[in-house]
């Protein structure tokens, strides 16, 4: 007679894998700064909102047109066009550009004319050198800044005006420092 343990087929045996498993995919860089909703005080580089990255070892020099929001961590020399779209500087980026953006963050280092549709702050690590023009604009304690700041920018809003890239200011590269020492 059979019990019930014997009316049961026998279970096969799995092979084992001999490969290495392969890891899960990364998950995409995200930035704070991009939400303009948070209310505290973190770093551009902490993770909420997914963003476009150029990283510190990028350099690019030319016209730079996008349709996401930007972090900037390499070298940008040239004009940076984020329409509608927001910019971060981080602490690792070198801008020489004249930008224009929805909001403008600057952790890092530029040099070239800044234009925000609607806010652009300064953080304390950074240096900018350059003009702003901006609804808001934010100077953080200890940040360095030589330049003007104009926050009367509704003819900048009206449609029927230029786009501020259009300007000459904006359409010229950014010139080396001309100064000469003394003979």
């Given amino acids: 007679m059979l019990s019930k343990k014997d009316k049961q087929p026998p279970t096969p045996v799995q092979p084992q894998?001999?490969?290495?498993?392969?890891?899960?995919?990364?998950?995409p860089?995200?930035?704070t700064a991009m939400n303009n909703n948070s209310s505290n005080n973190t770093s551009a580089t902490s993770p909420t909102a997914v963003t476009a990255v150029i990283g510190p070892k990028i350099r690019f020099k030319g016209?730079?047109?996008?349709?996401?929001?930007?972090?900037?961590?390499?070298?940008?020399?040239?004009?940076?066009?984020?329409?509608?779209?927001?910019?971060?500087?981080?602490?690792?980026?070198?801008v020489k550009a004249n930008v224009i953006a929805k909001t403008v963050t600057i952790e890092g280092n530029v040099e070239g004319d800044l234009f925000g549709q609607e806010k652009i702050t300064i953080k304390a690590s950074s240096n900018v050198n350059g003009n702003i023009t901006a609804d808001r604009v934010s100077l953080e304690d200890g940040a360095k800044f030589r330049g003007s700041i104009d926050m009367d920018v509704d003819a900048s809003k009206d449609p029927t005006k230029s786009n501020p890239l259009d300007k000459p200011s904006f359409n010229k590269p950014l010139e080396k420092d001309k100064t000469t020492t003394p003979a």
């Fill in 17 to 27: 894998a001999t490969s290495t498993p392969v890891p899960p995919p990364a998950e």
């Fill in 63 to 94: 016209e730079l047109i996008g349709e996401e929001d930007l972090l900037v961590q390499g070298q940008i020399d040239g004009t940076i066009n984020l329409k509608d779209h927001n910019l971060v500087v981080g602490q690792q980026g070198v």
């Fill in 29 to 31: 860089r995200v930035n």
